[in-house]
């Protein structure tokens, strides 16, 4: 699987829209980009996976570039509730085995 | 909403007691993941299952452990021996396109 790189942290405010950044130069052409999120030490909770068109889901929406070596997620209206870790996981779609968590974005939001 | 349950939340041990985590999966998935998480540390896989068999496993997944489906319903990761350093967040997940994670079982070794 595709390595990827993010930010250790960001801030945003309630209310705003939280953008999460993830570079994975290295995918491949089956590749799949996914991302869960953590809260404090609860299990690690699905928002939104997608090849190379952009997705949305009541969750979020994700925005992958052209030639798909990076990608944002976008939580449109971040409440507090949002505050966690988010990790960015590149797959190939198929293979059902293992995810590797890195250490993800702490996005904490802000009153 | 379909949801991956496990018992017990939190579980408090003997150094060298062998315990056992338990996992119901939704319903109609196939692949079954345990995964674990020492305070502080990333999320790590240990072991995946299809099919009745493991699939693939972690270096961390020795011969102190072992996963079973006894019936089709739960899966289980049993550990035996126990020593402080499994003290950790054990995390069961099953998919279908994707995977969708339990609340954990703490396991605190005493």
């Known amino acids: 699987d595709a390595k990827t790189t993010q930010p250790t942290s960001m801030d945003c405010a309630e209310g705003r829209a939280a953008n999460l950044p993830c570079n994975h130069s290295?995918?491949?052409?089956?590749?799949?980009v996914y991302w869960y999120r953590q809260i404090h030490s609860q299990g690690p909770q699905y928002i939104i996976h997608?090849?190379?068109n952009n997705e949305t889901n009541e969750m979020a929406s994700l925005i992958i570039t052209e030639d798909r070596k990076s990608s944002t997620l976008i939580l449109p209206h971040a409440t507090l509730r949002d505050t966690a870790v988010y990790y960015c996981?590149?797959?190939?779609?198929?293979?059902?085995?293992?995810?590797?968590f890195g250490s993800g974005t702490k996005l904490n939001v802000k009153p | 909403e379909p949801e991956v349950t496990q018992t017990p939340s939190h579980q408090v041990t003997q150094m060298g007691q062998e315990v056992i985590l338990r996992c119901v999966p939704i319903?109609?998935?196939?692949?079954f993941y345990w995964y674990r998480q020492i305070l502080g540390q990333k999320v790590e896989f240990l072991v995946s299952?299809?099919?009745?068999?493991?699939?693939?496993k972690s270096e961390i997944f020795d011969d102190q452990f072992s996963v079973e489906r006894p019936d089709g319903s739960n899966f289980t990761l049993k550990i035996r021996s126990t020593k402080l350093e499994d003290s950790a967040m054990y995390f069961c997940?099953?998919?279908?396109?994707?995977?969708?994670f339990g609340q954990g079982t703490r396991l605190t070794v005493v």
């Open positions: 997940a099953s998919r279908d396109t994707e995977a969708f």
């Open positions: 290295t995918i491949s052409g089956n590749e799949y």
């Open positions: 997608g090849l190379k």
């Open positions: 996981i590149v797959r190939v779609g198929n293979n059902f085995n293992k995810f590797y």
């Open positions: 319903s109609n998935h196939l692949y």
């Open positions: 299952f299809y099919n009745n068999e493991i699939s693939e």
